[in-house]
């Protein structure tokens, strides 16, 4: 079985660590024309970082960890996706602890990728980007910080998950002991970049 947020996770770690060399090699650019390719290349790879970690939580929700029985209790409910995520895993996993910040984190990572993918352009003045030039407020939406904002976010729920699994869920258990060498994996390829 392939398993979706696995993949979704590893497209996210990879983008976020194109764009962190795209930043490194803008900040070594002579030239302005080298500056902005490089710029480009930081934003089209923190896009898709940010989108994805969202789509592995989205589908960390569909998947074995969260029964059809729990997604149930939303039907016909007006909660926002990633409220359903957050209360789904509330219900398997012992979140209490990190719950609050998840809120917040939560709202940003899925209003990033709720703006990525349902865009509504309109002129906007420039704002200044850690490379020392004025762009389009996007480019530092979408930057390398908030590649790797979204990727921590991912791993902390992620490992969240591995580690507590509520005893009263048998499936969060299972899924938890099966996924632990993963996540761990995945941990490690963050680090590694």
Known sequence: MSHLWLIWASVALEHASTARRAR??????SDSTEVSHWMRQEFDASLVAVAAAAHSLD??????????????????????????????????????????QWVTEFEWLFDLRDAAAHAEESP??????????????NFLA?????????CRLLLTVLRRCADYPR???????????????????????????
């Open 24 to 29: 490194d090699a803008a900040l070594q650019a």
């Open 59 to 100: 589908a960390l929700y569909g998947s074995t960890a969260v029964p059809q029985s729990t997604r149930d209790q939303w039907t016909g409910r007006r909660t926002r996706r990633h409220g359903k995520i957050r209360e789904a895993l509330k219900l398997l996993f012992e979140t209490g602890p990190v719950q609050t």
């Open 124 to 137: 906007k003045l420039t704002v200044p980007h850690p490379v020392g030039t004025n762009t389009d407020p």
């Open 142 to 150: 979408y930057s390398t910080e908030s590649a790797a904002r979204a």
């Open 167 to 193: 005893s009263s869920q048998p499936t969060a258990v299972r899924w938890a002991a099966a996924h632990e060498p993963d996540i761990t994996d995945l941990e490690s390829r963050w680090t590694q970049t």
